[in-house]
């Protein structure tokens, strides 16, 4: 029989509630000192990544995070029998424990922002022109007028890069009020301005989320997507975390539910 | 299903258009296999090469800007880095890589270029 994981939690006792997981199997704790795995039972490797099952498997770390501090096992992680998950337990127990104590408490929000960089961009070479901030580069040959045209790209790109950063600044200003710790990605494409994640502690939760509404209404160009509250999938940190995966004939299954995950801001461990 | 976890957006097209291109960008591993090793190894040894180009090419824009080449060196820069871009463009050309294919992930430093 296989076990099908979903997290590891802060607690070695039985769960109380009844929870059900993939293939409709009641979830259960193997516990390893004061920690423990939840897992269900299951037959055959899923062979299909299905929204259902994707769904199951958040749904029971969700009803877990109403109990538990809960670090979040990367979908689709089947182990062969109890031995080898007490055994995964064993080897990274401190690291278990270190990332159960800091995230405790805590939870994920997910923050993109689209914002309009053809108007940006255009609106960079139009003030260029108009202040004429010529280059000082010679054009008697084409070799210097190679150089010239490539540094009046260059100077607009910079423009560019200064004006996002500048917005992610301010918008990261509010959100690291309520934030414990945060990871951002600058420009992922030229319209994704920013994707962030901020791992937030469960009291501040509202004010997070005021925070966001403020700079959504203060940025009406631009366009936002909230996601949340999720457990902490960006910051569970493990020293030697490819070693915990170790079932590589399901990667492809794994990149597509990344694709998904990563529209709503989670990721994996 | 009773799932907390909510996804608030106007745009939700734009969204996932914006993240498949992001992730359409970069492999999560080399495509390597008899048939197409040939395109692997190049868009590998290019995107190394694009990278060192994209550098020289900044390093020759600060020292433009400031204003600390001669005229003559000028010449010379342009004349290397015109070069190197069309040689790069032909390269590109002979393996049919496209500009956004010269990139590769990095893991947890984030991508190359």
């Known amino acids: 029989m296989k076990l099908y994981t979903y997290g590891i939690i802060d607690s070695s006792k039985q769960i109380n509630e009844p929870i059900y997981g993939l293939e409709r199997a009641c979830v259960y704790n193997i516990p390893y000192c004061d920690i423990g795995m939840v897992v269900s039972e299951c037959t055959e490797p899923v062979q299909n990544v299905t929204k259902g099952s994707v769904l199951a498997h958040e749904e029971v770390i969700e009803r877990l995070m109403g ?3 809960v670090l979040p096992v990367r979908f689709h992680t089947v182990f062969d029998g109890r031995g080898g998950v007490v055994s995964l337990m064993q080897s990274y127990y401190k690291d278990f424990r270190d990332n159960l104590d800091r995230l405790r408490n805590k939870v994920e929000f997910g923050i993109k922002v689209i914002w309009p960089s053809d108007k940006i961009k255009e609106h960079i070479i139009n003030t260029y022109k108009k202040n004429d901030q010529k280059v000082s580069v010679p054009d008697d040959s084409s070799n210097k007028r190679f150089i010239r045209k490539k540094l009046e790209k260059y100077k607009i790109n910079e423009e560019f890069e200064k004006k996002a950063n500048k917005f992610i600044n ?22 994704l301005l920013l994707d962030a994640v901020y791992l937030v502690e469960k009291d501040k939760q ?20 909230f996601s949340g509250l999720w457990p902490p999938y960006n910051f569970v940190i493990l020293p030697k975390k490819n070693d915990l995966v170790r079932n590589l004939a399901q990667e492809d299954l794994f990149d597509k539910v ?8 989670a990721d994996k461990i | 299903m009773t799932l907390n976890s909510v996804v608030e957006t106007d ?22 296999n ?17 990278l060192i180009r994209k550098l020289l090419e900044k390093q020759a824009m600060r020292r433009v800007e400031v204003g600390s080449l001669s005229e003559e060196e000028i010449e010379r820069v342009g004349e290397t880095l015109m070069k190197l871009e069309n040689k790069m463009k032909e390269l590109k050309q002979i393996f049919g ?3 956004e294919e010269l990139n590769l992930n990095l893991g947890p430093l984030g991508d190359l270029m």
Not at chain 2, 11 to 32: G, T
Not at chain 2, 34 to 46: C, H, I, Q, S, Y
Request: aromatic share 12%.
């Open chain 2, 34 to 50: 008899p048939k197409n090793v040939e395109k692997g190894l190049a868009k590998l040894v290019l995107t190394l090469i694009e």
């Open chain 1, 170 to 191: 301010v918008m990261d200003i509010f959100f690291s009020k309520f934030a414990a710790e945060k990871k951002l990605k600058k420009l992922k494409t030229k319209n």
């Open chain 2, 11 to 32: 745009f939700p097209e734009e969204f996932i258009e914006e993240m498949e291109k992001s992730s359409d960008v970069l492999p999560k591993k080399i495509d390597a």
């Open chain 1, 206 to 225: 509202d004010d997070f989320k005021e925070a966001f509404e403020h700079i959504k209404n203060a940025h009406a160009s631009f366009k936002f997507l």
């Open chain 1, 258 to 265: 990344i694709q998904h995950q990563d529209l709503v801001g």
């Open chain 2, 97 to 99: 890589l496209k500009d």
């Open chain 1, 67 to 69: 109990y538990f501090t």
